[in-house]
């Protein structure tokens, strides 16, 4: 008994080899990523993957929020609201390396802005100058296009009490922790965007999505 089971469970394994190999020579069998586009310049959208603060902030978009001059922290607001646009600059060999930084436009005439994580606070701010090395897209070999903090670390946003009113604050989520109680956990994609004519010369077309907050993530492996 024992034994043919085992022989049928072979047999079994052998004809889904069998099909598996015959039915796609050229393509194979692959796990199913969410479509993505190419742009040089990127919304930074929140998909909220554990506990979602108690006003949903899935698919809220990424922005500053104004401390002083040239100095903000970044928060999460409403698709309704505008937001910042975004673009990794740096050259080929800083974005292989993970020194590139995650940057953006403001003022005006514009100049540029980049992101910075603070310890040990774990406030994320978007500042006048130049962006914190190791802040970044993930790039190839892993499939899914999403911005990271230093040394890989992620991200959370609680609802805070900031100088000038109340925001959804980002904080970056070291390797390993999880977002304290009452505060949602989320993942930071890239949403294309035209971008603001600017010339950005140290940009890097990244893979990005169309439209975020339209993906259905039960179709996709992630
Ligand atoms: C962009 O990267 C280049 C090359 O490293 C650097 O010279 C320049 O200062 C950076 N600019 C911004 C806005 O980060
Ligand atoms: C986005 O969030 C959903 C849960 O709402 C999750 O299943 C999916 O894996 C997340 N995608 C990414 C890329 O974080």
């Known amino acids: 008994m024992a034994f043919s089971m085992f022989k049928s469970c072979t047999t079994l394994a052998l004809t889904s080899l069998f099909l598996t190999s015959t039915a796609a020579p050229t393509t194979r069998q692959a796990p199913n990523y969410a479509p ?17 603060l108690p006003q949903s902030v899935n698919g809220w978009a990424l922005t500053s929020y104004h401390l002083s001059a040239g100095a903000g922290y ?5 698709p309704t609201t505008p ?48 962006g914190e090395q190791g802040l970044g897209l993930t790039i190839f070999p892993d499939p899914v296009p999403k911005l990271h903090g230093p040394a890989s670390a992620g991200w959370y946003a609680c609802d805070a009490a900031l100088p000038s009113g109340d925001a959804v604050q980002l904080f970056s989520l070291p390797l390993g922790d999880t977002a304290p109680a009452g505060c949602a ?5 890239p949403q294309c965007t ?24 039960t179709v996709y492996s992630a």
């Open 74 to 78: 970044a928060v999460l607001v409403d």
């Open 83 to 130: 937001s910042r646009d975004f673009y990794i600059n740096g050259t080929a060999s800083e974005v292989r390396f993970n020194s590139a930084t995650v940057a953006s436009d403001g003022g005006s005439p514009p100049f540029p802005w980049g992101m910075v994580v603070n310890s040990p606070a774990n406030t994320v701010s978007i500042n006048a100058g130049l």
């Open 185 to 189: 956990q989320v993942t930071l994609l």
């Open 36 to 52: 993505t586009s190419q742009s040089d310049t990127f919304k930074v959208i929140a998909n909220v993957t554990g506990t979602d």
């Open 194 to 217: 035209e971008g603001d004519g600017v010339e950005h010369p140290f940009a890097n077309t990244v893979n990005c999505y169309p439209d975020v907050a339209g993906i259905d993530w």
